[in-house]
């Protein structure tokens, strides 16, 4: 990984709070797309709790 993949690996759009809760996401596609979602949505922390306590990631699969 080159120093400017590190630097940038964290947004800046998201708190401690969001990377907190997204750590604790053991499964990366999930965790990324939680990522992305939250980003792209505007999500609070809560929200993004709520997501990941409702399964969203799995529903989505489910879909597929």
């Keep these: 990984m080159k120093h400017a993949e590190k630097v940038n690996a964290l947004r800046s759009e998201l708190s401690w ?13 999930a965790r990324a797309l939680y990522l992305e979602e ?18 969203y990631y799995q529903h989505l699969e489910l879909k597929k």
């Design 17 to 29: 709070t969001h990377y907190r809760r997204l750590m604790r996401v053991n499964d990366e596609a």
């Design 38 to 55: 939250t980003v792209k949505s505007g999500w609070s922390s809560r929200q993004l709790d709520r997501q990941i306590n409702s399964f």
